[in-house]
C-alpha cells in the first residue's frame, strides 16, 4: 500500500545518481505512523496505539564496494555522504542529521555497513507529527542492514536501533512507539503495545464503512517541540520519584492508579496534572482498543475527545491550533471525535468522520479554522498499512 511506487523510485534513483547504473536497484518503504491514542505513556511504561500510513519514505539503492555510503533525497539539495573507513561526524542541523544518526549508531553496535548509494523520495510531511524523522530513521536501519528476510526478532531490534540513534545522536529523548509501529506494523491493523515490555497484539482499526479516519495537519510547524518534550519527561520523573518515595511500589508512572496520586496532588499540584494524565491516558488505550473490537465507534469518537482535553488541560501539550481544530470540528456535524496526535505543540490531530458528511466537515472547517488562525489545514485521508520492507528486495545478497 506504500504511496510511492516502484517507478518514481526509479525515477528519483537516476535523478539523484546519474552516473550510477540501476542494473542492481534495490527498493524499500518505510511509511509514516498515526497514533490512535497513547500519547505521551510511551517513555512512561505504558499503553499505546499507533498505525502505520499509507505516506512515507521510500528508497532506491543500489550496494557496491566502495567503502562509501551516498545518500541525496528528491526533496532536498544537501548530500549526505560518509566514508565507512574513516567516518567523520558532524553537527547537522537539516535532515542529514538521521541518517548520520542511523549509521552512527549502527557502528558503534559493531556492524560492518555495505557501501551504497541511496536516493530517498518522501511524500510525509516532516515536522507534522507523523513521524517523518523515525521513519528516515527506520528505513535507513533497514536498507544498511539488507536482508532479505526480515523477521521478528530483526524488526524489535530495528526500533531499538533506531530509537537509539534519535536519542543518542540526534539527542530527541522519544519513547519507541514511533520506530515500534513504523518497523512492525501491518495493514488494516493497529499495535496495542506495552512499552514497558514490548509485547503486544494487533487490533482491526478499520473503522466501517459509514466511518472514516481523518488526519488533519494544523498548518503550524511545530516549535520547541524537544525542548517542552524533555520537560515533560522530567516532570514525569519527578512525579515517579516523588511517588515512589511516598511508598508507591510502581516502576513507571503508567503503572500507578488514580488513587496511588492522591498525596501528589496536595503536594506538588503541577506533577499531579502532568502524572493524571499518563494514568488515565494508559487507561484510555485499553478502554479505546476494546470499543473497536466491539464495534462501538461512539466510544471511540468519545476517548478521543476525552484524549485531546487530558492533554490541552493536564499535559499541555497542544496549542493554539490543535486546540482550534478541536473545539470547532466539535461544532461540525458528523464529526464522531478528534485529539492531537504525536508529541503535540502543533502537527496533526486525528479524527473520526461519519464518510456521508467528511467533505462537508472538510469544507467547514477548513474555512473557520483559517479564519480563526491565519492557517491552511491539510486534511488526508488514513490508509492503514503495514510496516517497512522492501518494494523489490536485493538479489546480490
Ligand atoms: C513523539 C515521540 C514518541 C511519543 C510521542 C508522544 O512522537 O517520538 O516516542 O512519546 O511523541 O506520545
Not at 505516506?55 to 539503492?61: D, K, M, P, S
Not at 482499526?205 to 516549535?223: D, N
Not at 501528589?264 to 488505550?285: D, F, G, I, S
Request: net charge negative; proline share 5%; aromatic share 8%.
Amino acid at each position: 500500500m506504500a504511496s510511492i511506487d516502484s517507478p518514481t523510485l526509479y525515477t528519483t534513483f537516476r535523478h539523484c545518481f546519474p552516473e550510477v547504473s540501476s542494473e542492481k536497484i534495490a527498493l524499500a518503504f518505510a511509511p509514516g505512523r498515526v497514533n490512535l491514542i497513547g500519547e505521551h505513556t510511551d517513555y512512561n511504561g505504558g499503553w499505546v496505539l499507533p498505525a502505520a500510513m499509507q505516506l512515507g519514505i521510500g528508497a532506491a539503492v543500489v550496494y557496491h564496494e566502495s567503502p562509501t555510503i551516498f545518500i541525496r533525497s528528491a526533496q532536498f539539495a544537501e548530500t549526505f555522504q560518509i566514508d565507512l573507513q574513516q567516518p567523520v561526524f558532524h553537527s547537522f542541523s537539516d535532515w542529514r542529521i538521521y541518517p548520520q544518526a542511523v549509521v552512527r549508531q549502527l557502528l558503534a553496535q559493531g556492524h560492518r555497513l555495505p557501501g551504497a548509494s541511496i536516493a530517498l523520495h518522501s511524500d510525509l510531511p516532516t515536522g507534522a507529527g507523523l513521524s517523518s524523522s523515525a521513519a528516515i530513521e527506520a528505513l535507513l536501519g533497514f536498507v544498511l542492514q539488507p536482508l532479505v528476510a526480515w523477521g521478528f526478532p530483526e524488526r524489535v531490534s530495528l526500533a531499538k536501533l533506531a530509537q537509539a540513534a534519535e536519542n543518542q545522536w540526534v539527542g530527541m529523548p522519544c519513547g519507541i512507539m514511533d520506530m515500534f509501529a513504523i518497523s512492525l506494523a501491518q495493514p488494516r491493523q493497529a499495535l496495542l503495545l506495552d512499552c514497558h515490555t514490548l509485547s503486544f497484539e494487533l487490533v482491526e482499526a478499520v473503522p466501517p464503512p459509514s466511518l472514516s479516519w481523518c488526519v488533519i495537519h494544523t498548518g503550524k510547524p511545530r516549535r520547541l517541540v524537544a525542548s517542552k518534550y524533555a520537560e515533560r519527561r522530567a516532570e514525569c520523573e519527578l512525579a515517579l520519584n516523588w511517588l515512589q518515595e511516598h511508598g508507591a511500589e510502581a516502576t513507571h508512572l503508567s503503572a500507578c492508579s488514580l488513587s496511588d496520586l492522591e498525596a501528589l496532588a496536595q503536594a506538588e499540584p503541577l506533577l499531579y496534572q502532568r502524572a493524571k494524565h499518563v494514568v488515565t491516558e494508559n487507561l484510555r488505550v485499553k478502554a479505546l482498543c476494546q470499543a473497536m473490537q466491539r464495534q462501538r465507534w461512539d466510544k471511540v469518537g468519545a476517548y478521543l475527545t476525552q484524549s485531546h482535553l487530558s492533554l490541552r488541560d493536564d499535559y499541555a501539550v497542544t496549542g493554539v491550533e490543535l486546540d482550534t481544530l478541536f473545539e470547532l470540528s466539535s461544532r461540525i456535524e458528523g464529526c464522531r471525535g478528534l485529539r492531537m496526535t504525536g508529541a503535540g505543540f502543533g502537527g496533526c490531530a486525528l479524527a473520526l468522520v461519519e464518510q456521508d458528511k467528511l467533505t462537508n466537515f472538510q469544507t467547514h472547517l477548513a474555512t473557520s479554522y483559517q479564519l480563526s488562525t491565519g492557517f491552511d489545514p491539510v486534511f488526508m485521508s488514513l490508509e492503514i498499512a503495514g510496516g517497512v520492507d522492501w518494494v523489490l528486495p536485493p538479489h546480490t545478497i
